[in-house]
């Protein structure tokens, strides 16, 4: 069974910067496109990033530039840098592991007070 552990959350000021990491178990992540979407009060859950099983990233209009996707299939895990955040990015963020079927992580909270 797939499981999906986000962590890195945290409450961080405006341009300020934070990592989040997505831990895989019970599957090889490298044949996953895996992606980071996040839904704030109120919204629909939205995509941020995504990063195929061959390496090609996408990103929201809205972070591109700002924010980094990457992946270490080593340690069967990917990560969503973000910089310059802003208080809109205020969200819960989840981790997605894509292959015909999406699996879903808990969530972490991202807050960014102006």
């Known amino acids: 069974q797939v499981q999906l552990v986000e962590s890195g959350g945290g409450l961080v000021q405006a341009g300020g910067s934070l990592r989040l990491s997505c831990a895989a178990s019970g599957t090889i992540l490298s044949i996953y496109d895996m992606g980071w979407y996040r839904q704030a009060p109120g919204k629909q859950r939205e995509l941020v990033a995504v990063i195929t099983s061959g390496g090609t990233t996408k990103y929201a209009d809205s972070v591109k530039g700002r924010f980094t996707i990457s992946r270490d299939n080593a340690k069967n895990s990917v990560y969503l840098q973000m910089n310059s955040l802003k208080p809109e990015d205020t969200a819960v963020y989840y981790c997605?592991?894509?292959?015909?079927?999406?699996?879903w992580g808990q969530g972490t909270q991202v807050t960014v007070s102006s």
């Open positions: 997605n592991a894509r292959l015909g079927h999406d699996y």
